[in-house]
């Protein structure tokens, strides 16, 4: 007879496993049964506004804030317990924390303290960490002689330097200018792609996140609201806080009417479906301001009604318009990519003709 465990096909295990992780601080609980799985070489961002909870479950993997319930395992081997120095772990702060009486070289350096490495060896690494973070002729500088971007790129090497099994990122790029932020973002985006390291990385700010995760963990009141890839999560949030939290949104209060129908105002809103909601729930219709078409229709357009433009405000890449729409008595948010949109003539107090297209719109109770 054939072993089937011969055959069995076995999942890759997780390079993180997180169950039922919690944490309090006095009264204050800032982790609420957390599980979460981290497959190897993801570069995973946990992204939730001020006290969500995603710096204390970053800092209860490295070991810097022990939690008080819970497991968490490295490749499978239970770091739970384990202090700070026997997690296989490097970690950049937000603050940089590099050592000011240090050169660039020393600071990097100090990553390989208790190595195997020959003092050759060890400066052959920080001479390829430097090289490789773009800062090739600085190793005898110190950091007050370099600006944020290069202190920021030199506690990344330092991370780096022991060729750790998990790189934490404690909001790194928030101190920078946006011009400088952009262009870290990206290179640390390439460097993580290059060396494979599976890499977790807290902020608050939902454009980085988006841009640079692989899957974003988003976090509210110490609990994981929802788990996904950035179009996932920004498509088709799962709670009516991550639809506002990532990037704007327009909700509308309704109720529903049928199947594929909520009452809004004066009209009937066409809408895919109404499962898990009942006839008579109140309900939020939402939909992307880059979401709602502005045109001519004809009578086979479903949710077209007129709006009036109340405001409008040049933003670049696109026309910010504030519109009133009467037939649902709502103010709406668009975004309208190219002036003149549908042969119209955008500009304060003009009314449109617009469409709420029914897979744009996402119900929540």
Same mark, same amino acid.
Request: glycine share 8%.
């Given at each position: 007879m054939q072993d089937l465990s011969d055959t069995a096909q076995t999942a890759p295990m997780p390079a993180l496993q997180i169950s039922g992780l919690s944490k309090s601080f006095g009264t204050f609980t800032a982790l609420k049964g957390i599980d979460l799985a981290i497959e190897k070489g993801e570069f995973v961002c946990f992204l939730g506004p001020s006290g969500c909870g995603k710096t204390t479950l970053l800092r209860a993997i490295a070991g810097l804030d022990v939690q008080d319930y819970g497991t968490i395992l490295q490749n499978g081997r239970d770091i739970s317990g384990l202090p700070v120095h026997g997690r296989d772990f490097g970690i950049v702060f937000q603050s940089y924390a590099l050592?000011?009486?240090? !050169?660039?070289?020393?600071? *990097?350096?100090?990553?390989?303290?208790? !190595? &195997?490495? +020959?003092?050759? /060896?060890? @400066? %052959?690494? *920080?001479a390829e960490l430097l090289s490789m973070v773009g800062l090739d002729g600085q190793a005898e500088k110190y950091p007050a002689q370099l600006s944020g971007g290069q202190q920021q790129r030199v506690a990344l090497a330092r991370a780096l330097a022991p060729s750790p099994g998990l790189l934490l990122l404690d909001e790194p790029l928030s101190a920078l200018d946006a011009q *400088?932020?952009?262009?870290?973002? &990206? /290179?640390?985006? /390439?460097l993580q792609r290059d060396l494979g390291v599976t890499t977790i990385m807290v902020t608050h700010d939902q454009d980085e996140a988006l841009s640079i995760a692989d899957r974003i963990v988003v976090m509210r009141q110490g609990e994981i609201e929802q788990i996904g890839t950035p179009e996932e999560v920004f498509r088709h949030p799962a709670t009516a806080f991550v639809a506002g939290f990532l990037g &704007?949104?327009?909700? =509308?209060?309704? +109720?529903?009417? !049928?199947?594929?129908?909520? !009452? *809004?105002? /004066? =009209? %009937? $809103? @066409? $809408?895919?479906? +109404? +499962?898990?909601?009942?006839?008579? &729930?109140? $309900?939020?219709?939402?939909i992307r301001p880059a979401d709602i078409m502005v045109g001519k229709f004809g009578d086979e357009t479903p949710n077209r009604m007129d709006a009036k433009v109340e405001s409008m405000s040049f933003r670049g890449n696109f026309h910010q318009l504030s519109v009133f729409c009467p037939a649902i008595s709502q103010n709406l948010e668009i975004e309208l990519r190219h002036q003149g949109q549908g042969g119209h003539s955008i500009c304060e107090g003009a009314t449109l003709t617009i469409a709420l297209s029914p897979e744009k719109l996402v119900i929540f109770a």
């Open positions: 050592f000011p009486n240090l !050169s660039v070289a020393r600071n *990097v350096g100090f990553g390989l303290r208790g !190595s &195997d490495l +020959t003092r050759a /060896q060890r @400066k %052959a690494r *920080v *400088v932020r952009l262009h870290l973002r &990206d /290179q640390l985006r /390439q &704007d949104m327009n909700f =509308i209060p309704g +109720t529903v009417a !049928s199947e594929n129908s909520v !009452s *809004v105002g /004066q =009209i %009937a $809103v @066409k $809408v895919p479906d +109404t +499962t898990g909601h009942d006839r008579g &729930d109140r $309900v939020n219709l939402c």
